[in-house]
């Protein structure tokens, strides 16, 4: 049986004491408590990563409102030119009823105004139909001339027209919505040079 001097025991006693003064370790292995230059460290990186995520959401919701916008531009378009490819296959209906009241100006029979007064009204509903549409003519005779709406097939010498004015509207222009289904095909004036005929016919 081992007896415990009194020396052994004192030891002992103190290498507990020592111990229990110790500072306990974290899990980590770093102390309990934090240094003022680790804390502010801490604080910097903790305010960095939030900076981070903060500029993530920003830049994320940028382009999700970009992806809205887009989507709303396509139905927008869709909603004002759906009918783009109907309204073109149509225009040249609305041609042949002006041809038509056009070869009955001059005629002055009774049939022939019948003909000519059921054309017109034909003309003016169909026009005013396609009008609750925005289907709008272009018909710029005396305007200045506008390659985004007009289409010169010829030039005329004109002492009394400003060049580069509308003098004639050979076949009207049409527009949906703002945008040219057709341009107006016109000829186009020009100032005098001393030809005979006056007439200029682009290619």
């Known amino acids: ?6 020396e052994t025991d004192k030891h002992h006693h103190y290498d507990e004491e020592t111990t229990a003064n110790e500072p ?29 995520h903060h500029t993530e959401v920003l830049r994320l919701h940028a382009d999700m409102q970009n992806i809205r916008r887009r989507a709303e531009q396509d139905v927008e378009k869709a ?9 073109s296959e149509l225009l040249p209906v609305i041609d042949n009823l002006e041809r038509a009241l056009q070869a009955a100006e001059d ?16 003309l003016k509903s169909f026009v005013d139909c396609l009008r609750k549409f925005n289907v709008e003519a272009l018909d710029p005779v005396g305007e200045p001339f506008d ?3 007009h289409q010169a097939i010829g030039m005329l010498e004109s002492n009394t027209a ?24 016109v000829m186009v004036a020009r100032a005098p040079t001393g030809d005979t005929d006056g007439i200029s016919v682009q290619a």
């Open 24 to 52: 306990t370790a974290q899990p980590d292995g770093e102390p309990d408590s934090l240094t003022l230059e680790q804390a502010l460290e801490r604080l910097d990186e903790a305010e960095a990563a939030m900076a981070g």
């Open 162 to 185: 400003e060049p580069d004015t509308v003098m004639t509207v050979m076949q009207k222009g049409y527009t949906l919505n703002g945008r040219v289904l057709r341009p107006a095909m």
């Open 1 to 6: 049986m081992n007896e415990q001097t009194p």
């Open 79 to 87: 909603h004002k030119f759906g009918q783009e490819k109907l309204v």
């Open 107 to 122: 005629k002055d029979s009774d049939l022939v105004s019948a003909l000519r007064q059921g054309v017109e009204l034909t």
């Open 147 to 149: 390659p985004q709406f």
